[in-house]
């Protein structure tokens, strides 16, 4: 039997399992409810309470009944919270209003971080909710504040990968930015604040009153507590929203809701590839419309990312693609509801594909539209195009179109399909008749009660110049439990699987992997809060058998109540090299099959100090020779106004080839000022001498609301390499206003 004949059959057998997860009893589906969740009353307010964070003695909260009664999981599971927290909840026509009172009998001992928009709530104080106004048991957005009075909002699509390490494809979108305001306000008796949400923030069925879901946390730093009000098992979080609470008695009004950013942009470039100054002005503005309180219209033209942070640097010491992270906003909201594949290995959509080219290059997009959200109470759609333009020798015109579709069921369960298309001009290296590319993806998940999921997708690709072998498909079973985490997956990706607007870490292989983990909390050993051993292992083979790699991780993490870990493991190598490849300039890793082995050891302090430090360290052998890593961070930090970070990395290698004894370093600087909540000035150095590039990011920044206002941004590159162009420069002003139409 010929290898594309067995490929085709795979293919088959992968597509006759996910249909049957679809065509499975829909009564087996039915969400499981193990306890009763609890459930409280929205009101009906007078008038507006003034959103300041004091919720004690303001009329607009008289006759709202909070809720109370917090349980923790940690770090005493099922107990109750060792502070008392009230929430209340009133709406009026326009928004949901969301008052808290944490109350703390040692006020004087409330942590406070960090005060930039969207920062880390698990090393602060801090308090959030989960809103699921479509009540399907799967995605809502989550806002969060801590003392400061901070703006954090995301968006959770299926439970954002539910567990402690994913058991889903779904999403946590931190970058998910809403029009919304919250105050909070420290007192002698603990500290408060106030949330008014507007409606046409929120996406929500039909009918004059309503129950959604919801869910609230509390997070007492010094204690290292996290609590919730709908209880939990310590291995999930608040993107549990099939766990979630119900909020009874919302009366939202029918959506109206039209929003229009425009924005104006000035820049000035000199130096690196361009003679003299270049200069230039831009206008663009983006366009939200909903057309139904779950179902959204987003169009963009001319759109910039000026402001968008620079991407962290990275240095590549082996064979395979490096994946880095998507960070701007358009492409970020609702991106979850396109994600199908293994997340930053084999992606189907990948964002990044547009506007940005293979070597990071800007490549300017004309414009685009987008339409996501829900059909009904169980149908997720989407559907994305944009148009980019042709760059001399970086890339050709593109209109690039995705279309999705998810249906979901009971207990975590759905099934979906995606489709994406690249269609270019023809001005860049191929012929423009075969300037095309399409994957056809298909997926489904099912819950069997609380702690199975079985995942599973298949696609297939379409490129000209390709023919056969253009498959992919892969299949996970997760367990988890408050004590033991287990996953086997079997992923298969064909050698002439080519998705152009996705992402691919390697081509041509079948991949096995495991993983087994247990959770501990001994009463009394070392003063520990929790011990969490664990083993893993990943193996690739190409499709005439030959291992390229294999990964054995056997390790234990040993936690205190402060939060300071130690991390000690072994890791275990087989890298299996079928052609030559280049590792650094001019040092060659020659073909061959390479066992190794390594120690790894990671000390983490309190992250929540003003001063703390973590520590990576690997030793042993890597490609026959001998490999040490060696990774620090630095962090300190002024209150909650300023931060800063110095992180270094080396790699020395000793390997058994000409020139093999090299070392690289990177190393990064990030520096930030908070003056309000709302005004930033952000600073980021970094330094690789691999390539021997310094580049600086600075960015002020003075929101108005949903990352909408003023930003100054400068960039410089300069690199070190003989013969390199002169140090570039660059500096950016963007200004943009949300305009609200039914204000």
Not at 498 to 510: A, C, I, M, T
Not at 528 to 541: A, F, K, M, Q, T
């Amino acid at each position: 039997m010929g290898a594309v004949k067995r490929a085709e059959l795979r293919l088959r057998f992968c597509f006759v399992v996910l249909l049957g997860l679809f065509l499975f009893p829909t009564a087996l589906l039915a969400q499981t409810e193990l306890v009763q969740r609890p459930s409280m009353q929205a009101f009906k307010l007078q008038f507006a309470p003034v959103v300041d964070g004091r919720v004690s003695g303001d009329p607009g909260w008289n006759g709202v009944i909070p809720a109370s009664g917090f349980w923790q999981v940690q770090p005493d599971a099922g107990q109750p919270a060792t502070q008392k927290t009230e929430v209340f909840i009133g709406f009026l026509e326009d928004a949901l209003y969301i008052g808290m009172i944490a109350h703390d009998d040692n006020p004087q001992g409330i942590i406070v971080t960090d005060s930039r928009r969207d920062s880390n709530l698990s090393d602060t104080d801090s308090f959030r909710v989960i809103i699921d106004g479509l009540l399907d048991r799967q995605n809502g957005y989550v806002f969060g504040t801590n003392p400061a009075g901070i703006e954090f909002d995301a968006q959770v699509v299926k439970e954002g990968g539910t567990g402690s390490f994913g058991s889903g494809s779904g999403g946590f979108n931190l970058n998910w930015d809403a029009s919304w305001l919250v105050e909070a306000h420290i007192s002698d008796t603990g500290w408060s604040a106030e949330m008014r949400i507007p409606f046409k923030t929120l996406r929500y069925g039909k009918g004059e009153e309503q129950n959604w879901g919801i869910n609230f946390q509390r997070n007492i730093r010094r204690n290292n507590e996290v609590a919730y009000w709908a209880p939990l098992p310590p291995q999930y979080n608040l993107n549990r929203v099939s766990e979630a609470g119900t909020l009874q008695g919302v009366s939202p009004p029918a959506q109206r809701n039209l929003k229009i950013t425009p924005y104006v942009l000035a820049s000035g470039r000199r130096g690196g590839e361009v003679d003299g100054t270049l200069t230039n002005q831009e206008f663009g503005f983006d366009v939200k419309y909903s057309i139904t309180p779950s179902l959204t219209m987003d169009a963009t033209y001319n759109t910039d990312f000026a402001q968008v942070e620079a991407d962290e640097q990275q240095v590549n010491l082996d064979r395979f693609n490096i994946f880095l992270p998507e960070k701007r906003p358009f492409f970020l909201e609702n991106a979850g509801q396109f994600a199908v594949g293994n997340g930053q290995s084999v992606e189907l959509f990948f964002s990044r594909r547009i506007g940005i080219g293979e070597d990071g290059d800007q490549i300017p997009i004309d414009g685009g539209v987008r339409l996501s959200g829900k059909i009904g109470t169980n149908t997720n759609v989407g559907f994305l195009y944009m148009a980019s333009e042709a760059v001399e020798d970086i890339a050709p015109g593109n209109d690039f179109t995705v279309a999705r579709v998810n249906r979901e069921f009971g207990n975590r369960s759905s099934i979906g399909a995606i489709f994406v298309d690249r269609n270019g001009d023809g001005t860049h290296l191929v012929a423009e008749a075969d300037d095309r590319n399409t994957t056809w993806g298909f997926d489904a998940r099912f819950g069997i009660g609380e702690k199975v999921m079985l995942q599973g997708w298949a696609a297939k690709t379409d490129s000209p110049q390709l023919e056969g072998d253009d498959h992919a498909f892969s299949l996970k079973a997760n367990y988890d439990s408050s004590t033991w985490i287990s996953a086997l997956e079997y992923t298969e990706v064909g050698e002439n699987f080519n998705p152009e607007v996705g992402f691919l870490s390697r081509q041509g292989y079948r991949k096995l992997s495991g993983f087994v983990f247990r959770r501990v909390r001994p009463e009394t050993l070392w003063g520990l809060y929790e011990i969490r051993p664990h083993v893993s292992y990943r193996g690739y083979w190409d499709f005439n058998d030959f291992q390229e790699t294999g990964f054995l991780h056997m390790d234990s993490h040993w936690e205190w109540p402060s939060g300071m870990e130690v991390h000690t493991g072994v890791n275990v190598f087989l890298d299996g090299v079928s052609e030559s490849f280049e590792i650094v300039d001019d040092v060659f890793v020659q073909p061959g099959t390479y066992e190794d082995s390594e120690l790894q050891l990671v000390f983490r302090t309190n992250q929540s100090a003003p001063l703390s430090f973590s520590l990576r360290t690997h030793i042993g052998g890597k490609f026959g020779g001998d490999h040490v890593n060696v990774s620090s961070s630095i962090n300190y930090r002024i209150g909650e106004k300023f931060s800063s970070s110095l992180s270094l990395s080396r790699s020395d290698f000793d390997l058994p080839v000409p020139g093999g004894n090299f070392s690289v370093m990177l190393s990064r600087l990030r520096l930030s000022y908070s003056f309000t909540p709302k005004m930033l000035l952000q600073a980021l150095f970094q330094y690789n001498d691999d390539n021997e590039v310094f580049a600086t990011n600075l960015r002020f920044s003075w929101l108005r609301t949903a990352n909408t206002g003023l930003y100054v941004v400068y960039n410089e590159i300069d690199e070190r390499l003989p013969g390199a162009p002169p140090k570039g420069r660059e500096l950016i002003i963007k200004y943009s206003y949300m305009f609200d139409v039914f204000r």
